[in-house]
Nanobody, 129 residues
Framework: QVQLVESGGGLVQAGGSLRLSCAAS????????MGWFRRAPGKEREFVAA????????YNTDSVKGRFTISRDNAKNTVYLQMNSLKPEDTAVYYC??????????????????????WGQGTQVTVSS
């Protein structure tokens, strides 16, 4: 069983930055692909970014292109989401998730919520205009 705990959310003005962290329990973190999703008010949860075991990253380029960066520190069992140039439409609850399949897939695989086995409880990000 893996537990994921997100932190780093908060209130920020448009144009500002936040860095989200997701700390994972367990000894096999380096074997998991990790993803970030978000749910804006009144909308379905959407894929933001993912990082493979190898460190290769995938982004929802339509919404976060060039502004968000995902990274991981396996020594700390932590995945990060650096968010720059934030916009009011980035306001959402952000969730991290773990894919324990230990298989490397093409990028589109990581867009699908059902491919992730473990989820955190989320952290609120609010961007004011």
């Amino acid at each position: 069983q893996v537990q994921l705990v997100e932190s780093g959310g908060g209130l920020v003005q448009a144009g500002g930055s936040l860095r989200l962290s997701c700390a994972a329990s367990g000894r096999t973190f380096s074997s998991y692909a990790m993803g970030w999703f978000r749910r804006a008010p009144g909308k379905e949860r959407e894929f933001v970014a993912a990082i493979r075991r190898s460190g290769g990253s995938i982004y929802n380029t339509d919404s976060v292109k060039g502004r968000f960066t995902i990274s991981r520190d396996n020594a700390k069992n932590t995945v990060y989401l650096q968010m720059n140039s934030l916009k009011p439409e980035d306001t959402a609850v952000y969730y991290c998730a773990a894919d324990s399949s230990m298989v490397t897939y093409s990028g589109s695989y990581y867009y699908t919520e059902a491919h992730y086995d473990y989820w955190g409880q989320g952290t609120q990000v609010t961007v004011s205009s």
